[in-house]
């Protein structure tokens, strides 16, 4: 058993918050914690019960059809566990995260701690099927190994690595549920009516749909449930069974408390999967944008115009403004439009590559930064500044190592105020589209508006 690097935080995540489920999450955190318990922690004292989360990652992933076992396929050039690690980082109260790997991978997931930063993970040898690796992994907390920093949980998450997008407000539902039933399981209405084929290949009855629930994950147990089922199990559950909600009821008689899950709790199997994966990926972080600009009277006029139009054509989207680099930076904005009007060289956005080099913000995430440049007759010479702006693919191929996809756009700037807002408007458009496609083949590309 391999341990990743401990303690501290792990990173931070764009996408939905648990916002207005504070009094709710406290509640529900408060219930799971014994009387004892609560009074200690309301002085300041004991920790909440313990909770650790183990996560088989050690398919083949035959159903995708590549020869890359799927939690190791890249979404946006990141491996996809990375993500599931990810969600499960930022729930504070999970105290270790231990992954099953084949040791063929076992160098591979330790390479992507190291380079995502991931923290509170443990690394333990799967098995040749999913019970197997999940068996693995709670052995790894029940007999703390010499140098291990694992502990035995009160409560164990069971969670596939291939699952990338689970919230804190459900783990926090079934680890409840898990604490007072002894076993709790996420589910989902099915989306296809299952049916009972007879011997001869004919349909034999179909099941009514509003009986039955899809099984999906976060499950949670309390250890002592799961660990025992699974030291009970029989060789045949242990080769062919697919639900641990099932063990639990098998060899400890203990009912799983079902816990309503949502649509994006799905599994990744097929390849099709991983594009919807990368879809929603993408979708959340270009939901905020920020737009940094002198502040100088005939820059900022151009630099507002440009703005506002991006407020209007991306009604989605939080258009912010670039004063305060560090708190924007800080909100997990990941798309950058640096206006310059009356200059071709790239200086201010250069200071402004050097402020995100040194965030370590493109470490999870691509960042997008477009270079705005204005075309106008009066300042320099077109030649001239199409010399200069032809610098970017340089300086694109060079922050690119970095993780930012850095690319131009020129708009015309006519006097003519009316031509000025169908540039602009044209401007917005491209600058959208750039940010929800963050294609690194982009990167370089000086485009025209
Ligand atoms: N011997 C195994 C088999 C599966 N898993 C993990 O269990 C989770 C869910 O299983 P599944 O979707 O079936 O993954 P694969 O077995 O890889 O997929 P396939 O059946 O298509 O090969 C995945 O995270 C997978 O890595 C595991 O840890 N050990
Ligand atoms: O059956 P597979 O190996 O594809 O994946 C395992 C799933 O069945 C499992 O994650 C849920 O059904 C909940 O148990």
């Known amino acids: 058993m391999e341990s990743g690097t401990p303690g501290g935080s792990g990173p931070a995540e764009p996408g939905p918050r648990l916002r207005g489920l504070g009094g709710a999450l406290q509640a529900a955190w408060a219930s799971l914690l014994s009387g004892a318990q609560a009074q200690a922690q309301a002085e300041g004292g004991c920790c909440a019960p313990a909770v650790a989360a183990v996560l088989p990652a050690g398919g083949s992933g035959e159903r995708m059809g590549v020869p890359t076992p799927k939690q190791f396929c890249p979404i946006l050039e990141r491996p996809l ?40 993970i443990s690394l333990v040898e799967a098995g ?74 004919c349909l034999d009855h179909s099941l009514d749909r509003t009986k039955h629930r899809a099984s999906e994950m976060p499950q949670a147990f309390l250890f ?50 991983l594009y919807a994966a990368e879809s929603i990926i993408k979708e959340r972080i270009s939901q905020q944008m920020c737009v940094v600009m002198d502040t100088k009277e005939d820059e900022e006029h151009v630099g507002r115009c440009l703005e506002e139009m991006l407020k209007n054509e991306l009604n989605h989207v939080k258009v912010m403004s670039g004063r305060d680099l560090q708190q ?55 030649g001239r500044k199409m010399e200069d702006l032809m610098q970017i693919k340089e300086l694109a191929r060079e922050v690119k190592k970095r993780n930012i996809l850095l690319c131009g756009l020129l708009i015309y700037y006519p006097q003519d105020e009316q031509k000025l807002q169908e540039s602009l408007r044209q401007g917005a458009t491209i600058i959208a589209t750039l940010i929800k496609e963050r294609d690194s083949g982009l990167i370089g590309q000086l485009l025209i508006a």
């Open 81 to 120: 566990i990375s993500y599931t690690l990810q969600a499960l980082e930022r729930v504070r109260w999970i105290k270790d995260i231990v992954v099953a790997v084949t040791g063929g991978n076992m160098e591979a997931m330790k390479g992507i701690i190291q380079r995502y930063q991931h923290k509170r």
């Open 128 to 201: 040749v099927t999913r019970h197997r690796s999940i068996f693995n992994g709670l052995k790894a907390l029940a007999e703390s190994q010499p140098n291990s920093r694992l502990s035995r949980p009160e409560v164990v998450i069971i969670h596939d690595a291939v699952r990338p997008f689970v919230e804190e407000d459900v783990l926090l539902k079934v680890v409840t549920a898990a604490k007072e039933h002894g076993a709790a399981g996420a589910i989902r209405p099915l989306v296809s009516t299952v049916i009972s084929p007879s011997s001869d290949g």
């Open 224 to 273: 002592d449930v799961i660990y025992e089922a699974y030291q009970q199990c029989s060789d045949y559950d242990l080769e062919f069974g697919t639900e641990c909600l099932q063990l639990a009821l098998k060899y400890c008689h203990v009912k799983a408390k079902l816990v309503e899950g949502s649509p994006d709790l799905w599994k990744v199997t097929y390849k099709r999967d």
């Open 328 to 382: 924007v930076i800080l909100e997990q904005c990941y798309n950058f439009v640096c206006v310059n009007v009356m200059t071709s060289d790239f200086e201010k956005t250069q200071k402004l590559l050097n402020v995100l080099d040194e965030s370590n913000l493109s470490i999870l995430y691509p960042v997008v930064v477009i270079s705005v440049h204005f075309l106008d007759n009066k300042s320099i010479p077109f």
